[in-house]
């Protein structure tokens, strides 16, 4: 049931409904006052609410309805043998208000405060608009469409994924606690990990135990039983099905019951009975639905795994198709079956496609015959007049970044490879790269973003298949020939210390200065920066607010609030850290709020490489930001750092420079070669490492 869902009583009922507070009741000296009821449950009641700055909130009171009663607004075991469990209850409650409060995550409702009043104990958290997803299976709102759905689905996954990398279960997840909010996005709500604690208390307590009909495995149902991701992901997958199909599939003890009598399975697959999901999604679903906990799908990312490697293949781009075929179709002219001629690695051969569309007549083939009478000399006059064309395109479109020259010397060298011509007249580029093989019958297939030699796999690597957006276009898209670095390697052993320097910072969202309020020497904000996004970073900042603490501990005298916050600096995956600030403006009582700011990574290497490693919108990027020594290194300020060719390691995570030349170091390397994105097109490079002494 959603949050915002008030449930009305018929009118003779009214009299019974002595268990919840009264609209007006406040709570916390005044901080929140509830407005309506909204839902309850064997562990607690859920209220609609208002805080001190008149922003809608959601309360939680901690009310155990089997141990607990109410005497006008305050709680009491219903005897005194129930004081124990009240007690026993109310403290799992806290606890775990407070670990949600470090679960920091889009798709998971956010947990403002806790506390204790009136006996028992209350959790404030986001209050959010939109429907559940049951009531929209039974009618209301927008039914999301399969794309809608396989979004929804992904963002559901990496929410789950992350409760389980932080060592804990949801044990709830059902269609009324998944909300849909107005912008579309899924948020888990209302955790059954504390009822289910409280459930193996005691056998008393044992009536507290989370188990819905349909969406908890069977697991659920045996006090004492193994419950691990595996449990949550098989809520996740019986939630979705629902909402797929319109129906809740079959009691999970049911078909237990089924299988130990030898009788078929009464699932009823999805697979093959809805149209317009990728391959492999419907089937991840049904996978994590198995009844026997070892036959599901054992994690989040395994999950994802399913429905994601079959991603459809790019589109080629329009002007590297002619090239291709040009070179392509005069060495299969000139191949003849006794002596196998040079393949040219001409799928690698076109630059990337200009900013905007360029107007291409599509190539022709002609007749056998009409090719047949062509020469080496009008092959390579007629790459180079496409080269040309794509060159003079790049100028006319007013793009300050041409194809590379290593790309035009490695056309040039790969079409000289295609006709004979003499040493003297056409030297070879020392970047260029040819490989010897048969020529194919047919048209090669297309080309990865990067060339690489001969002795690493020809294939693309799954790496190939998650570019970094800088590049703009897909793996095939970019078609750049990478030139294999020239830096050589430095004899001696590599240093066990490669990172001379690391250290997080944040971007703040506001100024702040140092003032004498009465005695005491406070923080307050002085002004706002206006680039910042205020319903992230905080909708409570304002200028003249007193910042007294974070997390809970005083800013002490005399220090920045910015050190403050690094002090308690932990970065979430989506590359912000958030704390909670204690804060008061001027004449007011004190308030927390959450502050939501990003974070970059700065690291020093020995070699005098310096990066800094952000998370943008398509993931984690690292940017070399100055280079100390020339010689140690033909990076570039403003590269991305996109893959180690030795390890195949990308550089998708803040920690993956310190992962990379681990592994190179205990190999005895002294030179990483690296794939790097430099003005919209992957290209090679190499770094020397740091040499022990």
Not at 587 to 606: D, I, K, N
Not at 643 to 670: I, N
């Amino acid at each position: 049931m959603a949050q915002q869902k008030a449930v009305e009583a018929p009118e003779p009922e009214l009299e019974d409904l002595v268990d919840e507070l009264e609209p007006g009741t406040r709570l916390l000296k005044g901080q929140y006052t509830i407005t309506r009821y909204l839902n309850s449950g064997g562990f607690g009641i859920t209220y609609l609410a208002r805080d001190s700055l008149d922003r809608d909130v959601v309360i939680k009171e901690c009310f155990p309805a089997a141990f607990c009663r109410r005497s006008q607004s305050l709680v009491a075991a219903r005897s005194r043998a129930h004081t124990a469990e009240l007690r026993s209850v109310v403290q799992l409650f806290v606890k775990e208000a407070r670990n949600l409060a470090k679960i920091v995550h889009p798709n998971i409702v956010a947990v403002h405060q806790v506390f204790e009043d009136n006996g028992t104990a209350y959790m404030a958290i986001d209050f959010i608009d939109g429907f559940d997803v049951q009531q929209i299976i039974d009618g209301l709102g927008t039914t999301p469409t399969p794309a809608q759905i396989v979004t929804i689905t992904e963002k559901l996954l990496a929410a789950v994924g992350f409760i389980h990398d932080h060592d804990m279960l949801h044990r709830d997840i059902s269609p009324d606690n998944v909300l849909i909010d107005k912008k579309g996005e899924p948020i888990l709500i209302d955790f059954g990990a504390a009822r289910e604690q409280a459930s193996q208390k005691s056998r008393a307590m044992s009536a507290l135990r989370v188990v819905k009909d349909g969406y908890s495995p069977q697991e659920f149902y045996i006090a004492g039983s193994e419950q691990g991701p595996w449990s949550d992901l098989y809520a996740l997958g019986a939630t979705l099905y629902h909402l797929i199909s319109g129906e809740a599939p079959m009691n999970g003890q049911a078909r237990l019951a089924a299988l130990a009598d030898d009788r078929p399975d009464p699932y009823l697959p999805l697979a093959g009975r809805f149209a317009g999901y990728p391959p492999g999604f419907l089937e991840a679903i049904d996978r994590a639905l198995n009844t026997l906990p070892k036959q599901r799908v054992q994690s989040a990312k395994e999950w994802l795994v399913m429905f994601r490697r079959a991603a459809p293949p790019p589109q080629r781009d329009a002007t590297a198709e002619a090239v291709r075929q040009t070179v392509v179709g005069f060495a299969q002219e000139q191949a003849e079956p006794a002596a196998p001629a040079t393949a040219v690695a001409a799928d690698a051969v076109a630059p990337p496609p200009p900013a905007r569309p360029v107007s291409t007549p599509a190539p022709v083939s002609p007749p056998p015959q009409a090719r047949s009478g062509r020469n080496p000399a009008q092959v390579v006059a007629g790459v180079s007049v496409a080269l040309a064309v794509i060159l003079g395109a790049y100028v006319m479109l007013g793009r300050g970044d041409a194809p590379a020259p290593a790309v035009v010397a490695t056309a040039a060298a790969a079409t000289a490879s295609a006709a004979p011509v003499p040493a003297a007249a056409a030297p070879m580029p020392a970047a260029a790269e040819t490989a010897e093989a048969p020529v194919p019958a047919e048209p090669a297939p297309p080309a990865v973003a990067e060339t690489v030699a001969a002795s690493e796999p020809a294939a693309p690597t799954p790496a190939e298949a998650k570019l970094p957006a800088d590049a703009n276009r897909s793996a095939d898209e970019a078609t750049i020939i990478e030139a294999e670095a020239t830096l050589a390697a430095p004899l001696g052993t590599p240093a066990e210390a490669q990172i001379a320097f690391s250290v997080w910072d944040v971007q703040m969202p506001f100024d702040s200065t140092s003032r004498i309020v009465g005695d005491e020497k406070v923080t307050v904000i002085s002004r706002l920066d206006s680039r910042s996004d205020l319903q992230v970073a905080g909708d409570w900042l304002a200028p003249g607010l007193r910042l007294y603490a974070v997390n809970g501990v005083p800013v002490a005298e005399g220090k920045d609030f910015t050190a403050a916050v690094l002090d308690a600096l932990h970065v979430d995956p989506d590359g912000r850290a958030r704390v909670v600030v204690d804060y008061a403006a001027p004449g007011a009582a004190s308030r927390t709020g959450l502050l939501t700011v990003p974070t970059v990574r700065l690291v020093t290497l020995a070699n005098g490489v310096g990066l800094a490693i952000s998370h943008q919108e398509e993931g984690w990027k690292t940017v070399v930001t100055g280079v100390a020594d020339p010689a140690a290194t033909d990076l570039m300020p403003g590269d991305v750092l996109f893959r180690e060719k030795q390890t195949q390691a990308l550089f998708d995570q803040p920690d993956a420079v310190d992962a990379v030349l681990k592994t190179l170091v205990g190999k005895g390397e002294t030179l990483a070669h690296l794939s790097v994105v430099r003005q919209n097109q992957v290209v090679s490079g190499a770094m020397r490492l740091a040499l022990a002494e």
